[in-house]
């Protein structure tokens, strides 16, 4: 795939939504952070149904800390791997009183070293709550970039890689949000909705449905 073609297809992604937003709900770098680990193997709406309850009631890393493992449990266990979820947010928080004064880093080497905090997590908080360039790839993203030609690779590290290097720089600090967007919605795993695509006749995915 061409650099015009990249730029044609993130234009008209951006024309249909300037803004696009995470779907889990937060208000700070914290609240995200905790709903990104709890979103591991798990929906977007599940967690929010879990946060919803847990946020009014404690919201800081103090405050959940101080649920403990089996208080904090009460709220996600409808949420899948509670258990350990649960021991990984508690020690985070505990992490985040000692060393970081409460404050989530902004920095990849911090977030890492966080229980239950991997690359892709870092990288959302990183360009979620920091607004940096870090390109989070999930199923989704990996899906896309490889269906459409746009960034194709065979490990999410490769991906990864050639999505900060491909995606035009005007549009890179949105293009995680709208690559999840478009794979959950339109280009979705079992049968790519490609009548209904908006960048069907730019994508280089040879094996096309009519499906609206």
């Known amino acids: 795939m061409n650099a015009a073609k990249r730029l044609e297809i ?56 101080a649920l403990g493992v089996d ?9 899948g791997l509670f258990n350990s979820k649960a021991k990984n947010v508690i020690e985070t928080c505990r992490l985040l009183i000692e060393k970081h004064g409460s404050q989530v880093p902004d920095n990849r080497e911090d977030l890492e070293a966080l229980p239950g905090v991997g690359r892709k997590t870092a990288n959302v908080v990183l360009n979620t ?30 991906v990864e890689k050639k999505l900060l290097k491909f995606v035009p720089k005007d549009y890179l600090l ?11 919605y339109v280009c979705q795993a079992r049968k790519p909705r490609c009548g209904s695509c908006r960048i069907e006749d730019l994508c280089e995915y040879k094996s096309k449905t009519s499906d609206d």
């Open 10 to 65: 993130f234009r008209r992604l951006h024309e249909d939504n300037p803004e696009p937003r995470t779907e889990l709900d937060y208000s700070t770098p914290f609240e995200l952070l905790i709903a990104v680990i709890l979103s591991a193997q798990a929906t977007d709406v599940g967690v929010n149904k879990a946060t919803a309850k847990l946020y009014p009631v404690a919201n800081t890393p103090e405050a959940i800390y």
């Open 71 to 79: 208080g904090l449990s009460a709220y996600i266990k409808t949420i």
């Open 129 to 158: 709550a920091f607004r940096q360039p870090a390109m989070a790839v999930d199923t989704h993203i990996f899906r896309v970039s490889n269906r459409t030609g746009i960034a194709p690779g065979k490990t999410v590290l490769e």
């Open 174 to 184: 949105d293009a995680h949000h709208w690559l999840i967007l478009h794979g959950r």
